[in-house]
């Protein structure tokens, strides 16, 4: 049986609601990463999830919303000015969940 392949992230000019689950390894941890990172989530907008610090050294961002916005702060993540030395992100896409209360640092 062949593996189905991985989800595909929406087009860049899709509303469709998504949930973008981001991994982001690095210098990620103790220079203001998540702050930064839902600071860049609520200028977007129409953003809601969390950025996370995990045991491993990553910081995990999870964000549902638009498309297209899922999408900038992906492009964020990976080449934006963020603080400390990001050296990878690896995603999933997926349908929204629900649950959260704007964008929040856990």
Same mark, same amino acid.
């Given at each position: 049986?062949?593996? $189905? ?8 000019? $899709?509303?469709?609601?998504? &949930?973008?689950?981001?991994? @982001?390894?690095?210098? @990620? ?42 999408? $900038?702060?992906?492009?964020?993540? &990976? ?28």
């Amino acid at each position: 049986m062949c593996p $189905s392949p991985p989800p595909q992230p929406p087009p860049a000019d $899709s509303a469709a609601p998504v &949930r973008l689950t981001a991994w @982001v390894r690095g210098h @990620v941890q103790g220079v203001g990463f998540r702050w930064h990172t839902r600071a860049r989530a609520l200028a977007i907008g129409e953003l809601r999830g969390f950025a996370l610090n995990t045991a491993d050294g990553r910081v995990q961002v999870v964000a549902e919303g638009p498309g297209e916005r899922c999408l $900038s702060l992906l492009r964020w993540l &990976r080449e934006g000015d963020t603080p400390g030395r990001v050296e990878g992100v690896t995603e999933i896409w997926d349908t929204p969940r629900g649950g959260y209360e704007g964008f929040a640092i856990r």
